[in-house]
């Protein structure tokens, strides 16, 4: 029989009631969404590493500060306090990164887990990780930040417009546009697409 | 025949553009039951709509292989923190 999932609302309540666990079992279930958001709108993994760090303590505090009220929502909540974040640090370094860095240069592959375990399947592998991650940083930063939003983050439609205080028709648009585009980078540089 | 879906109160006329728009939020799971019938129907007669489909749907699988996640030090410096502000709020 399948546990019953509580809802992230319960933990949070449980969470201020002192269950400390509660707040690693939210954030197991939704690390995933916000660093890889994180990461590909600042393209630095140790920027990203602390941006969720940051995150999460903007969160901490709010919640003991009784600052949080909504819940149910707290996956759009989360992911816009990680938006912000990434967007006034890419506005301090005065730039959208245009490539995929890791500070010291190591490999970016790290923390990837790759199944495959024949060595040019892995190399082909990573080549192909490494364009499409590059191809999302070519992305002009609306297009890119809507297509990090709806399909990592997750987010509909609707949320990422009023996130982002723009139309949804401008938001699907510029989606719209992302799919496009990738395609045809993908298609130029002969990624494949299974 | 003009089709008009209706999302989120906002008026899309189904002309080719905005119908490859239908078909992202169909792609993404963001049309009703009538809308969703609505674009499998347009897509039933218009093959290039159809490939269009497709590529969304390729496109959305490669996307998928890009998963990350944070260093599980920054996991244990945020569990860290949490338990310092209890703590002190205590």
Known sequence: MQKPVISDGALLKVYLEGNESALETLIKRHKSRIFTSIYLLVSDRYLAEDIFQETFIKIIQCLRTGKYRDEDKFLPWALRIARNLSIDSIRQRGRMPGIVTDSEGNDIFAYIDIKEDSREQIVIEREEYASLHRFINQLPAEQKEVLVLRHYADLSFKEIAEMTGNNINTCIGRMHYALINLRKMMQKSSVEIK | ?90
């Open chain 2, 1 to 90: 025949m003009f089709h008009v879906l209706r999302y989120s109160n906002i008026e899309m006329p189904m002309t080719q553009n905005t119908t490859q728009e239908h078909l992202i939020l169909l792609a993404y799971g963001e049309l009703n039951d009538e809308e969703r019938k609505m674009a499998e129907s347009a897509m039933a007669g218009n093959p290039e709509l159809r490939n269009f489909y497709q590529s969304v749907l390729q496109s959305k699988q490669l996307l998928n292989t890009i998963k990350e996640n944070p260093h599980p030090t920054t996991l244990s410096i945020i569990s860290e923190h949490s338990h310092d502000s209890h703590t002190e709020a205590v």
